[in-house]
């Protein structure tokens, strides 16, 4: 399974950045697919996942501001981030799994400041 991380970029605190993550590959395994995040000097935490297309979790300090998706026509699974907040910035990973992440997207970084 190869996973192709894109949409990062610079925005302003309260801006938008919707990334996506295109999976390809022997897909008919994957169950989850999310969104980690990673500062420097930190681990790697949970952002959102979404499991078989349908279930949704999400860490408290992104909930009713991102939102997850998946389209399975494209294999593809969206995070809408909205009223981005300085502390958001990091390097954004898609991972993808049948029960945890096994595969891993390449990072693309967000950045939150004015």
């Known amino acids: 399974v190869q996973l192709q991380a894109s949409g990062g970029g610079l925005v302003q605190p309260g801006g938008s950045l919707r990334l996506s993550c295109a999976a390809s590959?022997?897909?008919?395994?994957?169950?989850?697919m999310g969104w980690y995040r990673q500062v420097p000097g930190k681990q790697r935490e949970l952002v959102a996942t979404?499991?078989?297309?349908?279930?949704?979790k999400y860490t408290d300090s992104v909930k009713g501001r991102f939102t997850i998706s998946r389209d399975n026509t494209k294999n593809t699974v969206y995070l809408q981030m909205n009223s981005l907040k300085p502390e958001d910035t990091a390097v954004y990973y898609c991972?993808?799994?049948?029960?945890?992440?096994?595969?891993w997207g390449q990072g693309t970084l967000v950045t939150v400041s004015s």
């Open positions: 590959g022997s897909i008919f395994s994957i169950n989850v």
């Open positions: 979404i499991t078989n297309g349908i279930s949704t």
């Open positions: 991972g993808a799994g049948r029960f945890f992440p096994q595969y």
